[in-house]
């Protein structure tokens, strides 16, 4: 029992209780089981940090490196008086031969001795893997910060711990990524397959409305590619000099500005537009794209079906409305539902902040 375990102090033993359910759920695509798991897994972890940063000491910085093939995952904690004030995470790309060592020194260039932001550093940043250039680094940020810094890879006590605990969470970091990587490739074929494109799909975007009885309506424009959601290229849009409530003119508005943009500014389009949302929805869409010459792009409404249940949506084709029949356990209805959904939070949260304006 993993409260017994959590009394006993046997943590790790949590970690590894959780961490092979939390894989199968992924393999079988019940990512909501996955990030409870997960969520689990890092509570413990924040437990163990807090306990591990208890005393007094210097400020210190850990860079660990995991990789695997060609993935790699780089996480970046910091300690500030004792307390553990969190981590951020990196997955470089391109990384090829490149070693854990190579790596982490990359990393340590761009970080330290690059970063304008950058004002206070560490007394000490512990590293996972032991590096060329250590003291070269040393010195740089010493003659052109007048700050001392010690990059240790060999450590003992309190100081094996953090970078321990750090290490593991590296490498449990890029098992989920990998492992969501292979299932949204799974889940792009049977799209594709689903929707019988010639080529594979690689840039998908999807629209949501958001209002509160017709007051305050925005847009919402999420962007998908082969690796997941690009959200630097997300968008809002507040919809201005419509009806309220109107659903059909929101969208119409949103295509037109969001493809106009884009052909202007040279972008590339995408292959498919989803659509929370039915026929209506999709017939304006369809004819803003007629106007703007794009009716080559194809687009998917998600309409709620009968029973209205969350799995139980209607899929409609932008060729003559059809009704597309996807089984709900079909690995292509999942990603279309997540990618909805995406769309539909990201609607919300500009849905408040413009509430909030207006206050």
Known sequence: DNAVLFVEGKKE????????????AADELDYEKAAKLRDQIRSVREIQKKQYAGGKVNDVDIVVCAKNNNQACIQLSFIRSGLNLGSRKYYPRHIEEQSESDLIQAF?????????????????????????????????????????????????????????IAKENAALDLRQKLAINENLTKRYKALQDLLSFAEPIEKMECFDISHMQGESTVGSCVVFGKNGAIKEQ????????????????????????????????????????????GKGQINVAKKELDELQLSHILILGIAKGPSRKAGMENLILSIDNEIIECDSASPALHLIQHIRDEAHRFAIVAHRQKRKKKR
């Open 234 to 277: 997300y968008r809002k849009f507040n919809i201005e000099n419509i009806t309220k409530g109107d659903d059909y003119a929101a969208t119409s508005q949103i295509i037109r500005r969001r493809y106009m943009r884009l052909i202007k500014e040279n972008n590339i389009l995408p292959d498919l537009i989803l659509i929370d949302g």
């Open 108 to 164: 340590l260039s761009q970080f330290y001795l690059n970063n304008k932001k950058l004002k206070k550093y560490p007394a000490e940043i512990l590293v996972s893997h032991d590096i060329d250039e250590k003291t070269l680094v040393e010195t740089v940020i010493y003659e052109k910060f007048k700050q001392n810094i010690k990059i240790k890879y060999k450590v003992r006590g309190e100081r094996a711990k953090w970078l321990s």
């Open 13 to 24: 033993k949590i970690v590894k209780a959780l961490t092979k359910p939390m894989q199968i």
